[in-house]
């Protein structure tokens, strides 16, 4: 296959990305609405259906956003794959600034702009397992980006609905941009997350 092929191909991937994450908040946003999260029951004590939930619509916004998030990873690696094809396919050596390599390269990584940022870090925590640091800028948490950053929430909600699913997340460290592998679970402390950010 071709470099401009690839190209071609990794662009579409990364459309499909984008539309699969916009599903994903939407529905989402469903479950927040309904007051519950991915695992939390929707049935009382007693085990009657509770009031203010919508059970069927919340059951299906979980099921879909099960098979999302395997899309979505399955598209990341295909992503990955054809990034580094595309890569590997240009010679890198001696090419001056302003070819059309260059120009490809940031169509394809967008994001470098911190929308927030990590103030504190718990020791033992999934945060600090994951490489965080205090002062780390936030670029990237799983789909959500300067671009489409709200407010803390934003993160909030990607947290309790992805515990047990590796999120990626794109920290700016002085001048270096780092890509952590996070997994919101369960630890000895509060939440899924063990670190406090701030937006910027």
């Not at 539309?19 to 929707?42: F, W």
């Not at 009031?51 to 059951?59: A, F, G, L």
């Not at 890198?92 to 994001?111: A, K, L």
């Not at 980006?145 to 700016?172: P, R």
């Amino acid at each position: 296959m071709s470099k401009e092929n690839i190209r071609e191909e990794v662009l579409e991937l990364m459309k499909q990305k984008d539309k699969i994450e916009a599903e994903i908040r939407e529905l989402t946003g469903i479950l927040t609405n309904n007051g519950v999260g991915m695992n939390d029951p929707l049935v009382d004590n007693e085990g009657f259906p509770i009031n203010s939930i919508d059970t069927y619509q919340v059951r299906h916004a979980r099921h879909r956003i099960i098979c999302l998030q395997n899309d979505h990873k399955n598209l990341m690696k295909q992503i990955e794959n054809g990034l580094h094809g595309y890569y590997s396919a240009t010679p890198m050596v001696g090419m001056p600034q302003g070819t059309p390599m260059e120009i490809e390269r940031s169509e394809i990584v967008i994001h470098k702009t911190p929308f927030a940022k990590i103030t504190l870090v718990s020791p033992g925590s999934p945060a600090e397992y994951a490489g965080f640091n205090v002062g780390d800028e936030v670029v990237e948490f799983g789909s959500v980006n300067s671009t489409n950053f709200k407010n803390i929430t934003d993160i909030a909600n990607i947290v309790q609905h992805s515990q047990g699913t590796q999120l990626n997340v794109k920290l700016k460290r002085g001048s270096a941009f780092h890509t952590m592998h996070f997994i919101p679970r369960r630890w000895a402390g509060k939440g899924l997350l063990g670190c406090n950010i701030v937006g910027l």
